[in-house]
């Protein structure tokens, strides 16, 4: 594809299920991005992947969060016990390298936490 | 503490009134300073990157210019299709991460 994609576009779930999110980023693009945006924040970052591996995982807010990047391509977030405070919008980006930070976003994934 | 200060929150503008987006940053060992366009129900498109104090970047009726403590988006005789928020981030910092602002709401009335 031309661009960053993610799926779903919106997620509504129950306080305590898991979800989990997915990023196909462009392709050749070895470092990967994940965000979070909520209403009236700045996008806060969580993690980022250079190929497989994930060297800062400072930004992930509790161990209910994880990440895997698998191949140097397709990404997943997952947050276990949703909480209704993890409601937001999570964003997928990806740059050519990790010191290139021209990064491209994907439309993100509205998650409702009920 | 790295962080990233836009201003104003939000700004309504008649069209052709030009203006300009304000975005101070306290980054230490900033390796570039970026500015992004984001509409409604998407992500951030990538409008411009500064590496250096006293550099200036045009595009269309976009200018950002980069001094050592804050960057400018210029907006010359803006259009209601100019209306989107726009974000700025710097790169660099103790995490070598993009630390955004929290945006600036542009709206352009025709």
């Known amino acids: 594809g031309a661009g960053v994609s993610q799926s779903p576009s919106n997620k509504v779930t129950e306080k305590g299920k898991d979800v989990e999110l997915r990023c196909d980023p462009i392709?050749?693009?070895?470092?990967l991005y994940w965000y979070r945006q909520s209403l009236g924040q700045g996008l806060e970052f969580l993690i980022y992947?250079?190929?497989?591996?994930?060297?800062?995982k400072s930004g992930l807010p509790s161990d209910r969060f994880s990440a895997e990047r698998t191949g140097g391509s397709v990404s997943t977030l997952t947050i276990q016990r949703t909480q209704q405070e993890d409601s937001a919008v999570y964003l997928c980006?990806?740059?050519?390298?990790?010191?290139?930070?021209?990064?491209?976003f994907g439309p993100g994934t509205r998650l409702t936490v009920l | 503490e790295d962080q990233v200060t836009q201003s104003p929150e939000a700004l309504r503008l008649q069209e052709g009134e030009s203006s300009s987006l304000n975005c101070s940053y306290t980054?230490?060992?900033?390796?570039?300073l970026f500015w992004y366009r984001q509409d409604p129900g998407k992500g951030p498109e990538f409008l411009f990157t500064?590496?250096?104090a006293g550099e200036e970047k045009e595009k269309e009726r976009l200018k950002a210019t980069l001094t050592k403590k804050e960057s400018f988006l210029h907006i010359t005789a803006p259009k209601p299709e100019d209306s989107a928020t726009y974000l700025c981030?710097?790169?660099?910092?103790?995490?070598?991460?993009?630390?955004f602002g929290t945006g600036t709401l542009l709206a352009v009335q025709p």
């Open positions: 980006a990806s740059s050519r390298q990790v010191d290139d930070n021209e990064q491209f």
């Open positions: 392709s050749g693009h070895t470092a």
């Open positions: 992947f250079q190929g497989n591996s994930a060297p800062d």
């Open positions: 980054v230490s060992g900033l390796r570039g």
């Open positions: 500064l590496y250096s």
């Open positions: 981030a710097g790169w660099g910092g103790a995490t070598n991460k993009l630390i």
